[in-house]
């Protein structure tokens, strides 16, 4: 990893620079009380304020509704076409948060699991991903309790501290992030020293370990406490949603005439008719069940299978749901509690 | 009268209720709670916090069990209540409504004509931000009213939390996800969330309480209530103040079109 230092006053420089090299560079921009990933065309146009994002930078390379193909029938022929890949852009995601960064790899890994998704891995492969360490947090924010944290470098291409005084680090993990360094390279000093950048960030403390949680979900199947847990929970998919590794999703067809397109749009393992069969049977039908599936598979199965947490401790969960299901509470209820009973 | 605590002892002891829904302490707000036991009654809490419409969870039968079911209700349960009840979702007996707005000061109500009554006389003041924003959009042309909606409604992302939110859309199999033949196209992009709202604000018309659950649940603030809001009110002009139940499924006989007989 290579170490920079820049003028804090000189970033919205190298930010300009990015702007006008990049086909889209994507960034927090507020709209009334929310925070939205939206393209910019000027620095002046980002963010600096919020935690984080109300919705996680997953549909940069997993879209709320992706074309997969295109169809034509003609007699009984039907032909396919590629979506080409110059239609996916460039793009660099801009004062993204150490978790959303790291909120890459589970997908990366789910979407290369047993299938190598190719438009996934084409976003993916033009993306770059410039995170800026967490000076404040919030009460929903639990990073540091699921292996993160908000100085965490982890998946990222470039790492930004803002500095006490009047310097910013930039720690450069990938090529693609020394691309973006050399856009500007007057305004970085190389440093070799490690610069302490720990007094620059916002103090998370750990509430548990996701080898505690992992560790209980073991007996936890058939505990009483999803019941428990579950019971105000109102079946939607906000949570799901909003979260930058759920990479749950539905194929449809998008018919006009002969022509159309298939798509892929998010779907959400909260939903009654997620897993409804078509002869009527469904095997998850009550939301307790669906809430188990919900954590089990973040924290038990993939772990397990993919060897990545399936949680970022963004919190972003915790604050769409319309009914306080806090997530952290909740895994900090079965990190302590006696599944046998 | 007399306080939640002493009134929900009671609920559990003299009436044998298995469960209260009600509100609790959450993370950063009050949230719903299912009481269970005397153990848990000093969590209840009841005050001007609680915004939740509990109401959802009373067609929500693998819940409620088959016991009594007691329920702290504010005005905005109570009136989703006696909708419900039009509807023949719930039957009179199946709750216990312990009503008010703080928990010093509750009552209880166990028939529908008592919620009337305590409906009646508790006149809701009308939310003045929700009254502002209808008017402004009131005020725009057309082509301004458009591009607003468009723009709020290509953010919705269908996690259906507006739905699930609302304890009026009960339906087991919601119009969204009917797919023969497909009515609403179910991925998020501009023209089928159109599609998803301008349903659900049909499906509510005459219906819509004004709870503003919908609103309150969405994740991305969309003003959403403010649609089945001035539905309510185009309805109240057209159809008259007094209109009770469904407009979808209402009819009068005296009508002169006959397509309904």
């Known amino acids: 990893m290579k170490r920079y230092i820049i003028e804090k006053s000189k970033v919205n420089e190298w930010l300009k620079q990015i702007i006008k090299s990049t086909e889209r560079v994507l960034a927090p921009v507020k709209d009334g009380e929310k925070v939205y990933f939206r393209p910019i065309t000027s620095p002046q146009e980002t963010d600096y304020d919020s935690v984080t994002t109300t919705e996680s930078a997953k549909e940069t390379v997993f879209p709320r509704t992706e074309t997969l193909f295109r169809f034509k029938t003609e007699g009984k022929d039907t032909t396919l076409s590629e979506v080409s890949a110059e239609s996916y852009p460039q793009t660099v995601l801009w004062r993204a948060r150490p978790c959303d960064a790291v909120g890459f790899l589970p997908l990366d890994a789910i979407f290369n699991w047993d299938y190598k998704d190719n438009i996934y891995n084409l976003r993916r492969a033009k993306l770059t991903i410039v995170s800026f360490s967490c000076n404040t947090s919030d009460s929903c924010c639990f990073c540091t309790s699921v292996g993160g944290g908000p100085g965490n470098t982890e998946g990222t291409d470039i790492l930004v501290t803002l500095l006490n005084d009047e310097r910013a680090l930039a720690e450069v993990v990938t090529e693609k992030g020394e691309k973006l360094i050399s856009l500007c390279p007057t305004l970085f000093k190389a440093v070799e020293s490690d610069e302490d950048k720990s007094s620059a960030l916002a103090k998370i403390s750990s509430r548990f370990t996701s080898e505690q949680v992992q560790e209980h979900l073991k007996n936890a199947f058939d505990s009483s406490i999803w019941k428990q847990q579950s019971a105000r929970c109102i079946g939607c998919g906000a949570c799901a949603f909003v979260c930058p590794t759920c990479a749950c999703f539905d194929i449809q067809d998008d018919k006009c005439g002969r022509d159309g397109k298939r798509i892929r749009c998010w779907d959400s393992c909260g939903f009654s008719l997620f897993t409804k069969h078509t002869s009527g049977y469904n095997p998850r039908p009550e939301q307790s069940m669906r809430w188990r599936q919900r954590l089990l598979h973040k924290f038990s199965y993939m772990p397990d299978r993919i060897k990545v947490l399936g949680c970022t401790g963004c919190g972003r969960c915790s604050r769409a749901c319309p009914v306080d299901m806090n997530i952290a509470e909740h895994l900090y209820s079965i990190a302590n509690y006696n599944h046998e009973k | ?261």
């Open chain 2, 1 to 261: 009268m007399s306080n939640l605590e002493e009134t929900a002892r009671s609920l559990f002891k003299e009436e044998k209720v298995n469960l209260i829904i009600g509100f609790e302490e959450g993370s950063r707000h009050p949230r719903p709670f299912f009481c269970t036991s005397t153990d848990d009654i000093p969590k209840l809490i009841l005050d001007k916090r609680c915004h939740n419409n509990t109401a959802v969870y009373l067609t929500k039968k693998d819940l409620l069990g088959t016991g009594l079911v007691g329920i702290v209700a504010t005005l905005r349960v109570l009136k989703s209540a006696l909708q419900l009840s039009l509807e023949n979702q719930i039957n009179e007996g199946q709750f216990i409504f312990i009503a008010g707005e703080d928990a010093s000061d509750v009552q209880v109500l166990k028939d529908k004509a008592s919620i009337q009554s305590y409906v009646d006389a508790h006149p809701e003041i009308p939310d003045s931000k929700v009254e502002e924003r209808l008017h402004h959009i009131e005020s725009m042309s057309r082509e301004d009213r458009w591009a607003f909606w468009k723009n709020e409604l290509s953010k919705c992302i269908r996690c259906y939390a507006c739905r699930a939110a609302c304890p009026l859309c009960y339906c087991e199999r919601c119009v969204a996800e009917v797919n023969c033949p497909q009515w609403i196209d179910p991925w998020a992009a501009p023209l089928s969330n159109m599609e998803w709202q301008v349903n659900r604000a049909m499906h509510m018309a005459g219906r819509c309480t004004g709870c503003g659950a919908c609103y309150e649940a969405c994740p991305l603030d969309l003003p959403i209530n403010l649609l089945t809001k001035e539905l309510s009110s185009e309805i109240s002009e057209d159809f008259g103040k007094g209109i009770s139940g469904n407009v979808l499924s209402s009819f009068n006989p005296a009508d002169k079109e006959n397509f309904f007989k």
